[in-house]
């Protein structure tokens, strides 16, 4: 079994550069499907959620060349078949996404029921009630696998009830090349939403609106492949900012647009963190005693949830009470348990948690339970004093490229280790 294992209580100090987004790079993977030519995709992270995506485009037939660690060349001409392999799919929750651009490309997709990270329901109704709205059939599911197709995708109106990320993305990625008009209301905002209309504006499509909550797609008949380079990571930044002000440290973030960290920066600063913003990269310091403050998650440009385990950290170790809420998803604070054996005062009820800070933390074997939650734990280490062993660390490698070097160029005391599982026989 893989861990990390932290001596914390280490100040953080100097400079991290900031990988292309996750969440851009999911979405934009799949969309290659849609190009009638290849396609280079640049500043994409060497992550396990991005090496999942290529296997999958490769399954499918597409030509996958990775030319270094970060840039990937895709022919997706070769594509053979709209059959998405179950194995793959279950690793991430964005491998739905090739519903929408394998129907967007050929009428038809058979994609299981995604996999990744769980904090409570993740329906996906919305996306269907959008295919649907453009016209495509879904088969009567059996062994889990969603079969969807249609003679011709026609534009339509799309109403989406609650704010979607993964419904805004896929209806976007059925409707480029659908007949006509396209209107998504009451679509995500998120910078990757953004990113993905850029890459697909790129190549030909007619999206307009990206960023604003009505977007509407023309459809048009050929996407031309493009170079294109993937956004920094808004939470990948968040995180490694919470950890510069959980050791006090003074860290510069590199590679980031300031704009979609200003939730974050916002709060950092309200718990007295300084931050200075540059064109590109955002220092961060923090000297004094954290202060306690609420936060409640919401959709861009609000509070992301998925700087919500991270958060939760800085706050049990700031004076007085502080209050989360979760505004996105029912089960979001199952990290709170692993806190909890750090010596956090965390009391949760349903989407609140209300945290009394303690002064300090204290190592303890921990688990990350999911991504976020994972990453919240490494940072929880940095800030403990003693040994902190971090167990689950594949959750972590679906989201943060090379966090360990990243963290012991920062000063960390941080290593990858294997050690015997329970049966005692090392895994490999
Ligand atoms: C995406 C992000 C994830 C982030 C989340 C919220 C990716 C790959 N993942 O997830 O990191 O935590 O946005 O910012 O980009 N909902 C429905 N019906 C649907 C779809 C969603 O009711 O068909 C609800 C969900 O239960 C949830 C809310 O809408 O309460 C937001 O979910 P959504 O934005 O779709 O999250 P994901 O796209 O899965």
Known sequence: MEKYRIRGGV???????????????????????????????ENIPNIADVSTSLSILESLGAQVNR????????????????????????????SYYFIGALLGKYGQARVPMPG?????????????????ALGAVMEPMENGIIEMHADMLMGNSVYLDTVSVGATVNIMLAAVKARGMTIIENAAKEPHIVDLANFLNTMGADVRGAGTDVIKIRGVQELTGATYSIIPDQIEAGTYMAMAVATHGDVLVRNVIPKHLESITAKLAEMGA??????????VRC???????NVKTMPH??????????IGVLLSLAEGTSVITEGIWENRFRYVDELRRMGAQVEVDGKTATFQGV????????KAVDLRAGAAMVLAGLAAEGVTEVEGICYIERGYEDIVEKLTRLGADIEQVTVPDETGAVQV
Request: charged share 25%; with cysteine.
């Open 301 to 310: 440009p609000g509070f992301p949830t998925d700087m919500q385990p991270q």
């Open 116 to 132: 990744g990270c769980w904090f409570g329901e993740r329906p996906i109704d919305l996306h269907l009630k959008g295919f649907s």
């Open 67 to 94: 030319l270094d660690r970060n840039t990937v060349e895709i022919d997706p001409r070769t594509i053979h078949t709209c059959e998405v392999d179950y194995e793959l799919a279950r690793h991430m929750r964005a």
């Open 274 to 283: 300084l931050i200075e913003e540059m064109d590109d990269a955002v220092r």
């Open 359 to 366: 002064p300090a933390l204290h190592a303890a074997p921990v």
């Open 287 to 293: 000297s004094g005693p954290l202060r306690h403050c």
């Open 11 to 41: 100040r953080l100090s100097g400079a991290v550069d900031v990988s292309g987004a996750k969440n851009a790079v999911v979405a934009i993977l799949p969309a290659v499907i849609l190009s009638d030519s290849p396609c280079l995709i």
